[in-house]
């Protein structure tokens, strides 16, 4: 019997797409060609990232919407500027209907609706 297991290291408090979108805005410098060695090196975050982008690209063409895992993400990545995450959205879609695809979602519904509060934290009369 042949198992593949696959282990990814990111940040504890960080989703994987969180994770995958800093990496994409600032990536890491180049390793040394000496540290290369003769092959190359096995990257598994760009395996990682690229299937995570993958299920995104999905997502968006079968609901025609972005997930709100993926906005989450992008609030978190910059700051809760909507303006921002717009430019962002806009290059890498490369949509002209913006709203549709966020859906009318800004940053406050989607934490909202990420992190509601529990019915435990809520004061008792």
Same mark, same amino acid.
């Given at each position: 019997?042949?198992? *593949?297991?696959?282990?990814?290291?990111?940040?504890?408090?960080? $989703?994987?797409?969180?994770?995958?979108?800093? #990496?994409? #805005?600032? &990536? @890491?410098?180049?390793? @040394?060609?000496?540290? *290369?060695?003769?092959?190359?090196?096995?990257?598994?975050?760009?395996?990682?990232?690229?299937?995570?982008?993958?299920?995104?690209?999905?997502? +968006?063409? +079968?609901?025609? /919407? #972005? &997930?709100?895992?993926? *906005?989450?993400?992008?609030?978190?990545?910059?700051?809760?500027?909507?303006? /921002?995450?717009?430019?962002?959205? /806009?290059?890498?879609?490369?949509?002209?209907?913006?709203?549709?695809?966020?859906?009318?979602? $800004?940053?406050?519904?989607?934490?909202?609706? #990420?992190?509601? /509060?529990?019915? $435990? $934290?809520?004061?008792?009369?």
């Amino acid at each position: 019997m042949f198992v *593949l297991a696959m282990i990814t290291c990111v940040p504890a408090k960080a $989703s994987t797409i969180e994770h995958c979108l800093r #990496l994409k #805005l600032n &990536p @890491p410098p180049p390793a @040394p060609r000496a540290a *290369l060695g003769h092959g190359t090196k096995f990257d598994l975050n760009r395996v990682v990232c690229k299937d995570a982008f993958r299920a995104v690209g999905h997502s +968006v063409r +079968v609901t025609g /919407k #972005l &997930p709100w895992s993926y *906005l989450g993400a992008l609030c978190n990545v910059f700051g809760d500027n909507d303006q /921002k995450i717009e430019h962002y959205i /806009k290059g890498a879609f490369r949509v002209n209907d913006f709203i549709k695809l966020i859906d009318g979602r $800004s940053c406050a519904i989607v934490r909202k609706k #990420l992190h509601p /509060k529990s019915p $435990s $934290s809520l004061p008792r009369p």
